[in-house]
């Protein structure tokens, strides 16, 4: 299963970020101040991969992975 261990945000640019603080800027645009992670848990829930704020960015390397033929590791997620 792949989630957010935060709120989910969807940027301007197009990026889909987990993000844990969240303060506004002068124009009332939404800052995140402090990154959350996407999280992969396999069956069971006790393997978990923390795979960083950026969703979109780690689908993408993902993608090159599959069409290089490469194995793409992830680090455990602290405390699991």
Known sequence: MLAADTVVWTAQGGQVLAAGEVAVDA????????????????????????????????????RRAIAWNEVLTVQPAPGG
């Not at 124009?27 to 992969?40: A, D, I, M, Q």
């Open 27 to 62: 124009e009332g645009r939404p800052v995140l101040t402090s990154p959350g992670n996407w999280v992969l848990v396999r069956r069971g829930g006790q393997e978990r991969a923390a795979l960083g704020p950026d969703i979109v960015r780690w689908a993408e390397r993902a």
